[in-house]
């Protein structure tokens, strides 16, 4: 059928549609869309804005500091050099995770993927690279060092040769590894994953493990770290931090003994969650501990008793660990992982201490 | 343009065509700020826990609740985000005081359980959202260096109520609550169904 010259044209059909309800029904469907898309997320009257009552709450912990001790102390140390730091001439740039002594109380560091090796006074010898993923370095009386890594365990010469390695933990749960050290031809390994600590000959053949002989069968490690230490006669003394205590070991795993508890007024205690964090055995037995929460090294007697305290104004507030060694002469060095540097502190008389 | 139309014609056409878009324009902007496709939520890493997210949500009990990231949390017997370290101790030598304001932060132990040394006990720690109001003060004593850091504060779906302005980013001092894209997330307006008590 022909359609209607005049009105039956496509064209009319659309004008004549849009003249009639199109044009007004799209406006009206557009602002039926904008008041839907307004009220989208409205649920109705809002409860009254009424707050619950809330009582004045203490101060969060970190902001308040522990109190210092009431009783005068026995030792006294005062900072004698800073190595690495911002203003050295080999500053560590990106990371600084341990520090050790190593044959003629070199100073042996760890930091930027690299050993990096002082003289005692604090003169630069030599670095070199190290695996990737380090966290922990240890050095042996024969001049060799070892460095932790996740599951491995590396061993170089004093001139940076790599020696060899093993790997560290079950085949299936490589171990955490957080601290190291050789003793008597056996490297020990703190395994924060499974929290014991695992005793091997250089091949890597598992000789035992300490720690295992608590209430609850290991270490208790909230801040997923174990720090130790061995003393000449075999002792080893590891930071058992949940339950804020230095306990003490035979290598064939027979506990020995502890000492330490949670605190926060007394400066024998140890603070916080989870205290002390790292530890070092001084040649003349003398345990020292670093803390978080309150950045602070303390030393003690290995029965407990509280010899020296440098605190927090050394260290950065934000560190979460104060790693640590001891040379032959007693200094302390400790390294600040935040400001990377390691501290150098030497005993004083206590008026010296003082002027610090 | 038909031979036929005149200029009259022609203007008012292209008048309302561009109305027209602009008025469809406009409204698609608006659905899609407010489509499901995108919420609010808070960045950990720019929040400072100002207090601010508890005052500032619309709701009397704020949207805004802590969470605990469990394979980050240490499980403390003294955990400085439940206990107030500071405080005094009690015959146990455990501080007595409280850090949550309204005792929002409960724990449990798990494991093997020590009733004469607590010490020797792990403790799971979860948040009663019913009663937290998204002050944050539990975060910020959990960050490091005396806890582990693993709690924080999250816009939970389950109270929020989305609004077109989130009151709370209109107010926070750190840009923290940003607008994140949820795709194949649920639409806007079809969860918000849990009541607060």
């Known amino acids: 059928m022909e359609p209607d010259e005049k009105n039956g044209t496509p064209e009319r059909l659309l004008d004549r549609l849009r003249k009639s309800w199109f044009p007004p029904a799209a406006v009206l469907a557009a602002m039926a869309g904008i008041v839907a898309a307004a009220y989208r997320g409205y649920t109705g009257p809002q409860p009254p804005l009424e707050k619950p009552e809330t009582p004045p709450a203490p101060e969060p912990a970190a902001e308040k500091e522990a109190e210092q001790p009431p009783v005068p102390l026995e030792l006294h140390y005062a900072r004698t050099a800073v190595i690495g730091g911002r203003d050295s001439l080999h500053p560590f740039r990106r990371t600084l995770l341990g520090v050790a002594v190593g044959s003629g109380d070199r100073i042996h560091a760890l930091g930027d993927g690299e050993v990096r090796i002082f003289e005692a006074g604090g003169s630069f010898v030599r670095a070199w690279q190290v695996v990737s993923d380090v966290t922990c370095l240890g050095t042996a009386p024969d001049g060799r060092i070892v460095v932790g890594a996740p599951g491995r365990i590396e061993i170089y010469d004093e001139a940076g040769r790599h020696l060899g390695g093993f790997a560290a933990g079950e085949k299936d749960k490589p171990a955490a590894v957080t601290e190291v050290r050789v003793f008597g031809g056996e490297v020990l390994v703190a395994d924060a994953a499974a929290r014991i600590i695992r005793r091997y000959d250089t091949s890597g053949k598992q000789l035992g493990a300490i720690g295992t002989r608590t209430k609850t069968g290991n270490f208790i490690l909230p801040n997923k770290w174990l720090d130790f230490d061995v003393d000449a006669r075999g002792v080893v003394r590891a930071t058992d931090t949940g339950r804020h205590q230095v306990s003490a070991w035979g290598l064939d795993g027979e506990p020995l003994g502890s000492f330490g508890k949670f605190g926060m007024r007394n400066a024998e205690d140890f603070v916080g969650c989870c205290n002390p964090v790292n530890l070092a055995i001084a040649p003349d037995g003398r345990i020292v501990t670093g803390e978080k929460m309150v950045a602070r090294v303390k030393v003690y007697e290995p029965e407990g008793r509280l010899l020296a305290l440098i605190g927090p104004e050394n260290f950065d507030p934000n560190c979460i660990h104060i790693h640590l060694a001891v040379d032959s002469k007693g200094r302390i060095l400790a390294a600040d992982p935040v400001r990377r540097e390691v501290l150098v502190f030497s005993r004083v008389a206590k008026d010296e201490d003082s002027k610090q | ?197």
Not at chain 2, 22 to 27: P, Q, S, V
Not at chain 2, 47 to 62: G, Q, Y
Not at chain 2, 76 to 105: F, H, N, R
């Open chain 2, 1 to 197: 343009m038909s031979e036929k139309s005149t200029r009259r014609q022609f203007i008012d056409r292209s008048v309302r065509v561009v109305g027209f878009a602009g008025i469809a324009g406009a409204a698609g902007l608006l659905a899609s700020r407010v489509s499901g496709d995108a919420v609010y939520q808070v960045d950990p890493f720019k929040c400072t826990t100002c207090d601010l997210c508890r005052t500032a949500c619309v709701l009397s009990l704020s949207a805004v609740k802590a969470v605990n990231d469990f394979p980050k949390c240490g499980y403390c017997m003294l955990c400085p985000a439940y206990m107030d370290v500071t405080s005094q101790p009690d015959e146990k030598g455990i501080p007595a005081g409280k850090i949550c304001p309204q005792d929002a932060l409960k724990r449990k132990i798990v494991g093997d359980v020590d009733e004469e040394d607590p010490n020797n006990n792990y403790y799971e720690y979860y948040v009663d959202e019913a009663k937290c109001d998204g002050c944050g003060k539990c975060v910020k004593a959990c960050l490091p260096p005396a806890g582990n850091g693993s709690l924080r504060l999250e816009i939970r779906y389950t109270y929020c109520v989305e609004c077109n302005e989130c009151a709370i980013r209109l107010v926070c001092p750190d840009d923290a609550i940003v607008r994140i894209p949820t795709p194949g997330f649920p639409p806007a307006g079809s969860h918000g169904e849990v009541e607060n008590d």
